[in-house]
Every structure is written in C-alpha cells, then in structure tokens.
C-alpha cells in the first residue's frame, strides 16, 4: 500500500517552460487536492477533485489546471512555469465526507528560474 | 474570507516541558477542526475535532474545540525532542474536507 505518490520530487523549469506533476493513490479515496506550501504563507489549495470527471478551481488556481480522469490519478499542469510558481506542491487525498483528515504525498519542490 | 490564525507562530521548549498551540478560524459555514504535524516532508494527520468540548487524546497529545469562541487548542505534554515540527491546524467547511483553509502553523523547537 503505497499512499499518495508524487513524482518528481524536484524540479527546476525555466520561465515559459510547461510541466505536469504526478499524482497517484491506491487507497481509493474519492477526494484529491493539489496545495502549494510556501515560507510563512501556508498551505493554500489549488485545485481540488470530489471524484472522477469533477474538478474545481480553489484559493490560488491561476496558472495551474487538473483534470481526474481516473479515480488514482490527479495530475497537476503548470501551463507556462513563472518565478512565482516556485514553491513546494503536495497532493492529497481522502475519503469523502469520514471523519480522519487527508493524506498527503510527500511533496514536490519546484523552482522556476 | 474564510482564515485561519495560529499562535505562537515559533516555540521554543525544553524537553519535559508542556506546551498549548492555539488556533483560531473564521470559517463560512464551518464543520470541523483538524492538527497535522509536520516534520521534514509531508504532514500526517493527528486530530479531527467537530464537537465543541470533547478533547481527543493520543499518547501525550491532546486537542479540543470551542465552536463558540472559535478556537481550539493543542497540547503537548512532556515534550520529547521528537516533538519538534511545523504544527499545522486546518478549518474544514461544509459539504466535505476537501476545501480546507491552514494557518501558516505553529514551529515547535524541542531542546534536550
């Protein structure tokens, strides 16, 4: 039982450069979410997934899309990377309306030179 | 805007020491509370609380909520230097956790 995966789990882009990040869960958990974790700010979510097909934008999406085609997939496209972006991203996941928080992968750290 | 404020934002202890995390929201429509620690990577789950007054217990760490007053409280007793983390309180609203809004976390130094 592997969790939350992430992959990579670093990554350097250039300004304009376009990337995915790689979510995957075996635990069959309905809910997914992408957050960012920068210094003093946080986590703020980005995009978030009730279940396959659903998807909705949340408190800092500019920038980024997701799609669920599956039910262990969520993966997270940078469009055309910025300086700004640069950030640590985690992916998540949990069942939908239990009690016990989400699970979270262990992380993607992305610079954008 | 929904928030939420955690304090002290930076604690240093020494080991056997009891230590009390606060955390406040502001949450449309809130549902419940959760505490995640986190060390070097990703953060792990320690309490949901949706109940005002209720504490949960797991080993030397506890947790409760006031639903009036809008906060809820960690503590730790006994402090061990394995303690030391990035504390993260989470609000959960309504309709499912999958909206939750963190505060930027309390960082607990623990000294032998």
């Known amino acids: 039982n592997a969790g939350v995966t992430q992959t990579p789990k670093f990554q350097v882009l250039k300004t304009g450069q376009s990337m995915t990040l790689q979510c995957a869960q075996d635990m069959n958990h309905e809910y997914m979410s992408w957050y960012r974790q920068d210094p003093g700010m946080g986590l703020r979510l980005i995009h978030y997934?009730?279940?396959?097909?659903?998807?909705d934008q949340g408190e800092v999406p500019n920038g980024y899309n997701v799609s669920r085609s599956t039910t262990e997939d969520f993966p997270l496209r940078l469009l055309s990377a910025a300086p700004s972006q640069t950030s640590v991203y985690f992916c998540?996941?949990?069942?939908?309306?239990?009690?016990?928080?989400?699970?979270f992968g262990s992380g993607t750290r992305l610079t954008v030179v | 805007e929904d928030k939420v404020v955690q304090s002290p934002l930076s604690l240093v202890v020494h080991e056997g020491d009891t230590v009390t995390l606060n955390c406040s929201y502001e949450?449309?429509?809130?549902?419940?509370l959760l505490w995640y620690k986190q060390e070097k990577k990703a953060p792990t789950f320690l309490f949901m609380l949706?109940?005002?007054?209720i504490e949960k217990k797991s080993g030397r760490l506890s947790s409760i909520l006031d639903k009036k007053e809008l906060f809820s409280i960690l503590n730790i007793t006994a402090t061990q230097t394995g303690d030391s983390a990035v504390y993260l309180c989470a609000a959960a609203p309504q309709g499912g956790s999958e909206k939750l809004v963190f505060g930027k976390g309390t960082k607990l130094t623990v000294n032998p």
């Open positions: 998540a996941s949990s069942y939908s309306g239990q009690g016990g928080g989400y699970t």
């Open positions: 949706t109940s005002s007054g």
């Open positions: 997934s009730v279940g396959a097909g659903i998807t």
């Open positions: 949450v449309t429509n809130f549902r419940s």
